[in-house]
């Protein structure tokens, strides 16, 4: 299972851009690329999942360089209700479980 | 939208006491899961669940856990004899296809052992 790396906090401020970077050097040939989202006392939210190159849906991008060691989880505009808990998740779709990391705290200010 | 729903949102039990916690998937859903967050860790993996018969279990579930779908609609979980370490949300989820990473959570159980 492909360790993640990612950092334990950010700040911005509402209407940034926010940029948030996984690591995951030993990433395998079948891994995708997960990020979900936590509210405080909620279940994690799935927002995005990517395998190479650019991922963009309605509220993220996913950038994943060629070699793909690492991702970056893109947060265009953020506003307060975007200050969660952001995990990276790598792994074989075939298997079941997710594995969860400590994931990034990003707390939005105005 | 479709949701994942748990019932109910907080228990309170007796170290020892046996605890049950509803889950209702999505409907059209074929795997479900259970994961737990102890107060300010990590979310972590318990078991999976697929035609019937689990078809992933953690380090975590031992033998006082167990899962069932018990009709077309909710799937348990049951701690047979809590203990304090039981305090924590869980969660319930589901999926409509294997691929793990596209679950839907639940709100969560909070679960808390006195």
């Known amino acids: 299972l492909a360790k993640t790396t990612q950092p334990i906090s950010m700040d911005s401020y509402e209407g940034q851009e926010v940029n948030i970077t996984c690591s995951h050097n030993n990433i395998a040939t079948n891994d995708y690329i997960t990020w979900y989202q936590q509210f405080p006392s909620q279940g994690p939210r799935f927002i995005i999942q990517?395998?190479?190159t650019k991922v963009t849906n309605e509220v993220a991008s996913l950038f994943i360089p060629a070699d793909r060691k690492s991702s970056t989880l893109s947060l265009p505009r953020v506003s307060l209700s975007d200050t969660a808990v952001y995990y990276c998740l790598v792994g074989d779709p075939g298997r079941r479980a997710l594995t969860f990391g400590s994931g990034t705290r990003l707390q939005v200010q105005p | 939208e479709p949701e994942v729903t748990q019932t109910p949102s907080h228990q309170v039990t007796q170290m020892g006491q046996e605890v049950i916690l509803r889950c209702v998937p999505i409907?059209?859903?074929?795997?479900f899961y259970w994961y737990r967050q102890i107060l300010g860790q990590k979310v972590e993996f318990l078991v999976s669940f697929y035609n019937n018969e689990i078809s992933e279990k953690s380090e975590i579930f031992d033998d006082q856990f167990s899962v069932e779908r018990p009709d077309g609609s909710n799937f348990t979980l049951k701690i047979r004899s809590t203990k304090l370490e039981d305090s924590a949300m869980y969660f319930c989820a589901s999926s409509s296809t294997g691929v793990w990473t596209e679950a839907f959570f639940g709100q969560g159980t909070r679960l808390t052992v006195v």
């Open positions: 409907s059209n859903h074929l795997y």
């Open positions: 990517g395998y190479k």
